[in-house]
């Protein structure tokens, strides 16, 4: 008898990444003793995330080809520097002009709220939802800009941002150890087009694993807090990183939809919190809550930027390739003609 547990999980917004972050969650919350209870092996897994992450960075950057064309630098280029650029612009007004530098927000509605959180939230697209959409209604070269965009995995460009926008300082060799396993990996996937294969099967393989040791670091009792706040997040992903986004795709050329598509949160996104805390303690009291949140975001925004991309496509159009327009101009010449022809 065959249960279909994948079916099953992929069916929830982000499911992979959510449904083991929560199975930790759970575990920690209500059974806070397993890991020491069982050690070994067992214990490991509540406690290896940043071990694993290092590997699935590793094989993260195997996957991106250094040999993209100019299309796909130029879209996929513009789409990132976008994204981080708002991400930044928020990152400083929240962090600055409202003087939650560091430590996150600890009383009111908005409380758990910080500027971790939404840097960490915007910085990052999912790549799988973006590459999903852009099939249906964009280009497949469209499809091929997320080699680009995938620099932002990880938490290299969240600690620049912080660094940038004057809200944290992080040594020079943090900030190279937080991008060296992506770039070797580059490194190993272009020398290498066999291992490049080879590492980047791990990749999907490797997030339930890391999520699952998130989870076992989270606290469920402080989960209500992201209710309306984390709902409230999710959109101001799509809002906020939406409008640049769908402009910037419009000013290079394209008609706006790969823009939209590319507002949202990346799951592993819910890592990068525990990531930056862990290379600079100030961030510490903020990492907890802000994975919460980003998580959150991971599901909201799984669920409106395909409700969104389809709407905007719907408004301006599919992008076809100069190809299919050839294509299509024959077939359209007799039905325009015919009219004529009658009058």
Do not use: H
């Amino acid at each position: 008898m065959q249960i279909p547990i994948k079916r099953a999980i992929e069916k929830v917004p982000g499911g992979m990444m959510v449904v083991p972050l929560l199975a930790g969650a759970l575990i920690a919350t209500f059974f806070p003793g397993t890991p020491k209870y069982f050690g070994s092996f067992t214990g490991a897994l509540f406690s290896g995330a940043l071990t694993i992450l290092a590997v699935f960075y590793v094989c993260m950057g195997a996957s991106i080809d250094i040999k993209a064309t100019p299309y796909i630098v130029k879209k996929g280029g513009t789409l990132l520097i976008v994204k981080v650029a708002t991400a930044m612009v928020l990152g400083l007004i929240f962090g600055r002009v409202l003087g939650f530098a560091e430590a996150p927000v600890t009383a009111g509605m908005f409380a758990g709220l910080s500027t971790l959180a939404i840097v960490a939230s915007m910085n990052d697209t999912n790549g799988g939802l973006y590459m999903a959409l852009m099939g249906q209604y964009g280009r497949p070269r469209d499809v091929g800009a997320y080699t680009i965009m995938s620099l932002e995995s990880g938490p290299f460009l969240t600690m620049i941002t912080l660094g940038v926008a004057g809200l944290s300082a992080f040594p020079v060799q943090t900030l190279v150890g937080a991008i060296l396993p992506l770039a070797v990996g580059m490194l190993i996937g272009n020398l290498d087009r066999e291992m490049r294969e080879f590492l980047s099967k791990a990749i999907p393989v490797m997030i339930p694993f890391f999520a699952f040791a998130l989870g076992a670091g989270l606290d469920l009792s402080k989960v209500w807090q992201a209710g309306l706040l984390g709902l409230g997040m999710g959109v101001a992903v799509v809002v906020f990183t939406g409008i640049p986004l769908f402009f910037a795709d419009r000013l290079i050329g394209g008609n706006g939809v790969a823009g939209v598509a590319a507002a949202s949160t990346a799951g592993n996104a819910a890592a990068v919190p525990a990531i930056v805390a862990a290379a600079n303690p100030a961030y510490a009291e903020a990492a907890a809550p802000a994975t919460i949140l980003v998580a959150a975001c991971v599901v909201v925004t799984a669920i409106l930027v395909p409700i969104a991309t389809a709407w905007t496509a719907k408004i301006v159009g599919r992008e076809v390739e100069p190809a299919e327009e050839a294509a299509a101009t024959p077939a359209q010449a007799p039905a325009s003609s015919a009219p004529a022809a009658g009058r």
